[in-house]
């Protein structure tokens, strides 16, 4: 399987799934890394991992079509967005249906949409005292979000965590979770059925 991962920051998530596929715990290969800002850590990871790299220039209308060719080019067959703060355009969710994950940090349905990214999740589990949180893998559609959950990862908020250290622990999760479930779909154990979503175990 052929992996595209989308990223605007640090790109621990790219790590964990590009190390996933060089150890074969994933059957695949991370083909490209796509960024939104020529500044993002994330590129620096690539280059050592030989992954090519494609920065988006100008507007969503100008690098959508581009995009899509070079994804088309690699014969890419899951886009993972890992971090990466743009919209995904419906060209993209149009020629990818099913196959465009998102990784968020807390327990969807609860703490998404617009404005909840980064430390914002974090500080809002803490202000709403939580004893939970976690991660969730989700299919994209073309909201923030809102997509079918496809799998969930829980750590708890413990009594003295501020935002910092819940976010060290959800990322921690994150790491494990997002290279599982990108497994379950190389291995092709990912059920969908409307907006339900099962993974069978892997198989012995
Ligand atoms: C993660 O917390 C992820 O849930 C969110 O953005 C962060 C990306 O971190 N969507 P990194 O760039 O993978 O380290």
Redesign the pocket.
Known sequence: MKIAIF????????QAIADACESGHIPGQVVLCVVSRADAG?IQRAERMGIPQVVLQGSTAEWAPAVLKQLEEASVDLIV????MKMIPMALIGRFPGRIL????ALLPNFGGKGM??MHVHEAVIAAGESESG?TVHLVDQDYDTGPIVAQSRVPVLANDNAEDL?VR??KA?HVLYPDVIRAFAENRVRVSGTHITIDPPRP
């Open positions: 990223a605007s920051g640090g790109g621990s998530n790219f994330v967005l890992a971090g990466f998102n990784i968020h940090p990214y980064g991660a976010a959800v990322l994150e």
